[in-house]
Every structure is written in C-alpha cells, then in structure tokens.
T-cell receptor
C-alpha cells in the first residue's frame, strides 16, 4: 500500500531534549516536505526536499533541521525543543510529474 | 501575500442535505488547488485536485470548482452522510521550487444523523 508513515505519532518531551521525528514514503517520490499545523494558522511549511541531499527552508524553519540521505526518508530534527514547537506535524511527499501531495498521519508533539 | 481563507469555520447539517464549502485565495496566479479531508489521528486525505486550467473536478458525491478570476473555489457535497463529518481543508499551490501548499484553516463539518 502506497503510504507516508511518521513516527512517533505522539510525543511528550521537555524543553531542550533533542528529538527526531521520522518520515518515510514507499512511493519513490522525489519531493518531500514538513508542515506544522497550529490552531488558527493552518498548515505552514517548515522544510522541503526536492531530492536526495537537496533541502531548503520553508516558511517557518527556525528551530528545526532536516536531512535527506535516502530518497524514502526525511527526518525532522529538533535540536533543542521549546514549548512554542508544540504542534501537530505532517510529512508530505509528491512524485515528479504529479501534482498530488500525499500526507502522513501526523505527529502530535508536546514540549513542556 | 498569498493567503487562503475558508468560511465558515464550522458547519452542522442534517443527514441528506447538499452543502457547499467555500475557499478563497488572494493570488489568482494559482497553479492548482487541492481539497483535503482531515480526520483526527488519520492525517490528510486528498479529495480532489483542480489544475488552474480546469473549472471543476468530480469524484462520487463531491464536486469542486475553481474560479481564478474571482479567487474562489467551492466543494459541493451531495446527499451528506454522517461519515462525511471531518475537517475540510483547501490548499493552493503556486509556482516555484518549493511546491509549497498554502492552506486555509479549514471548515469543521458535522453531519447529524
């Protein structure tokens, strides 16, 4: 089954404790992206990747890092999480020549 | 600034009713517009995608339209069912390398049995 998976699905952590949210897609898509969703603000793009080893900032990249060492994986790294990063995070992917973006199930992160 | 707005924020209808969800966007140079359904714990499911050159798309009981000149898109749901209850998001994609989707804040739909 074609899908985008994220882990963990739920995470409660404390300020400053480094964490990684993984994202994996099995559709051989070149493009991958991370969004965060906050009440009243909708989804906003954090980072995106056009292909392996090609990443760039979205609209709200502060406090986040990403890497794209393999085509299927696009982890989101929070080196020193802060409470304002409490949010619902979504990973998305899209194949070249396609216009439809596929989203993962989301990761709900709480930073205390 | 490219913005997408959805009105109303919430809507409650009785089962069987036909309904329309509205989406407006500020920049008419839109590449395509996508409607999603969001269910708690299940992420976003793509419902319909309309290219800028198209006027509408249909899938089952769903019909989405796009009017670039007025900056509007609508999602029509025919014969609504309780299973249609969810949050509906519209997202516009513009040109550029980011492939970024600009999302509205959604309409929370409740279909009462």
């Amino acid at each position: 089954e074609a899908q985008v998976t994220q882990n963990p699905r739920y995470l409660i952590t404390v300020t400053g404790k480094k964490l990684t949210v993984t994202c994996s897609q099995n559709m051989n898509h070149e493009y991958m992206s991370w969004y965060r969703q906050d009440p009243g603000l909708g989804l906003r793009q954090i980072y995106y990747s056009m292909n392996v080893e090609v990443t760039d900032k979205g609209d709200v990249p502060e406090g986040y890092k990403v890497s794209r060492k393999e085509k299927r994986n696009f982890p989101l790294i929070l080196e020193s999480p802060s409470p304002n990063q409490t949010s619902l995070y979504f990973c998305a992917s899209m194949g070249s020549g396609s216009d439809t973006q596929y989203f993962g199930p989301g990761t709900r992160l709480t930073v205390l | 600034k490219q913005e997408v707005t959805q009105i109303p924020a919430a809507l409650s209808v009785p089962e069987g009713e036909n309904l329309v969800l509205n989406c407006s966007f500020t920049d008419s140079a839109i590449y395509n517009l996508q409607w999603f359904r969001q269910d708690p714990g299940k992420g976003l499911t793509s419902l319909l995608l309309i290219q800028s050159s198209q006027r509408e798309q249909t899938s089952g009981r769903l019909n989405a339209s796009l009017d670039k000149s007025s900056g509007r898109s609508t999602l029509y749901i025919a014969a609504s069912q309780p299973g249609d209850s969810a949050t509906y998001l519209c997202a516009g994609r513009y040109g550029g390398a980011t492939n970024k989707l600009i999302f509205g804040t959604g309409t929370l739909l409740a279909v009462q049995p």
